[in-house]
């Protein structure tokens, strides 16, 4: 049995999605971010950054938090739902290549976007100036993804195959649906998440967390 601790919206969307698409046994244990829950002696036992979301894995006696290493351990753990090609093969890198890039490049530009304030020190207007730039390079890799899936020939992100980044993408994108030039405005991007938004267990999850429409 698993537990996902969840905020509604919050990076918890993407295992949430795993998780149904797997159709393994979980509950969802709501960390009310609004009441500083993510900040408690009790959730910082299981995550000491106080960052959502957290994956319990009774059956492993295993916390896990970071969203990348929680898709991972799902994909593994479930593979007869063929949610990441098989391990030392070309897709498997090429998986990764993505997966680390939403992780490690993309998601941190957009945490910058989001709280430009804890780079400037309280200075307002400098914290405009962060949160422009940090748009601008978004746009950036958004393009560099819209291209990936042009060369691909989707649907998904590695092809035909849908896998854990393709969720991880979906919910990438769906931050980026208030900006100038959201990731909905390019032409394999708006595709992929239309295609996305049509799967069953996404649906669920969405639903799960109450998040209204437009999704992205």
């Given at each position: 049995?698993?537990t996902l601790h969840?905020?509604?919206?919050?990076?918890?969307?993407?295992?949430?999605?795993?998780?149904?698409?797997?159709?393994?046994?979980?509950?969802?244990?709501?960390?009310?971010?609004?009441?500083?829950?993510?900040?408690?002696?009790?959730?910082?036992?299981?995550?000491?950054?106080?960052?959502?979301?957290?994956?319990v894995?009774?059956?492993?006696?295993?916390?896990?938090?970071?969203?990348?290493?929680?898709?991972?351990?799902?994909?593994?753990?479930?593979?007869?739902?063929?949610?990441?090609?098989?391990?030392?093969?070309?897709?498997r890198?090429t998986m990764?290549?993505?997966?680390?890039?939403?992780?490690?490049?993309?998601?941190?530009?957009l945490?910058?976007?989001?709280?430009?304030?804890?780079?400037?020190?309280?200075?307002?207007?400098?914290?405009?100036?962060?949160?422009?730039?940090?748009?601008?390079?978004?746009?950036?890799?958004?393009?560099?993804?819209?291209?990936?899936?042009?060369?691909?020939?989707?649907?998904?992100l590695?092809?035909?195959?849908?896998?854990?980044?393709?969720?991880?993408?979906?919910?990438?994108c769906?931050?980026?649906?208030?900006?100038?030039?959201?990731?909905?405005?390019?032409?394999?991007?708006?595709d992929?998440?239309?295609?996305?938004?049509t799967?069953?267990?996404?649906?669920?999850?969405?639903?799960?967390?109450?998040?209204?429409?437009?999704?992205?």
């Amino acid at each position: 049995m698993y537990t996902l601790h969840y905020f509604p919206g919050n990076a918890n969307l993407t295992p949430h999605m795993l998780l149904e698409e797997i159709g393994a046994p979980y509950t969802l244990a709501l960390v009310d971010r609004e009441q500083n829950a993510h900040q408690s002696a009790a959730y910082l036992e299981l995550n000491p950054s106080g960052r959502i979301p957290v994956l319990v894995d009774a059956s492993l006696d295993l916390v896990l938090f970071e969203t990348a290493a929680i898709s991972l351990h799902l994909a593994d753990r479930h593979p007869v739902a063929n949610l990441a090609p098989p391990l030392a093969t070309a897709p498997r890198a090429t998986m990764l290549k993505w997966l680390l890039y939403l992780a490690d490049t993309l998601q941190p530009e957009l945490m910058t976007y989001f709280y430009p304030q804890r780079l400037t020190e309280g200075d307002e207007a400098m914290a405009q100036v962060v949160k422009r730039e940090a748009e601008r390079r978004v746009a950036g890799m958004l393009d560099i993804l819209d291209a990936e899936l042009a060369r691909s020939g989707g649907p998904w992100l590695l092809g035909a195959s849908y896998t854990i980044v393709d969720p991880y993408l979906f919910m990438l994108c769906r931050w980026t649906r208030m900006m100038g030039r959201p990731a909905r405005d390019r032409p394999y991007l708006r595709d992929f998440l239309a295609s996305v938004s049509t799967r069953p267990a996404v649906q669920r999850a969405m639903t799960q967390e109450k998040l209204a429409q437009p999704w992205y």
